[in-house]
Nanobody, 126 residues
Framework: VQLQAFGGGLVQAGGSLRLSCAAS????????MAWFRQAPGKERDFVAA????????LYADSVKGRFTISRDNAKSTVYLQINSLKPEDTAVYYC????????????????????WGQGTLVTVSS
């Protein structure tokens, strides 16, 4: 599957963005989807994940209550709604797809995911 993320940009602290990740090539509903982010000079960190049906989600503690992951299987797209942005949210955001379905316990692990998008940059100014 090919993944293309978009929707990033420059936004002031307190603002909102909606990131999108469009998938093509295989049946989208067969994949667990996730968002990760990587700030300059730091490792890639888990942000959120959503199961195949969209009925179950998982969030990093740092974004819980501010970020919402969702998916539209008919459009082969996963979304990340980001509210109340903070300067520390500045990062490249990557979407990822898990074909094998390792389970919720491994949602936070980068090696769980088989496919990655190219990333979209979110910059939050203070």
């Amino acid at each position: 599957v090919q993944l293309q993320a978009f929707g990033g940009g420059l936004v002031q602290a307190g603002g909102s963005l909606r990131l999108s990740c469009a998938a093509s090539g295989r049946t989208f509903s067969n994949y667990v989807m996730a968002w990760f982010r990587q700030a300059p000079g730091k490792e890639r960190d888990f942000v959120a994940a959503i199961d195949r049906s969209g009925g179950s989600t998982l969030y990093a503690d740092s974004v819980k209550g501010r970020f919402t992951i969702s998916r539209d299987n008919a459009k082969s797209t996963v979304y990340l709604q980001i509210n109340s942005l903070k300067p520390e949210d500045t990062a490249v955001y990557y979407c990822a797809a898990d074909w094998q379905g390792w389970g919720r316990a491994l949602y936070r692990v980068t090696n769980t995911y088989d496919y990655w998008g190219q990333g979209t940059l979110v910059t939050v100014s203070s």
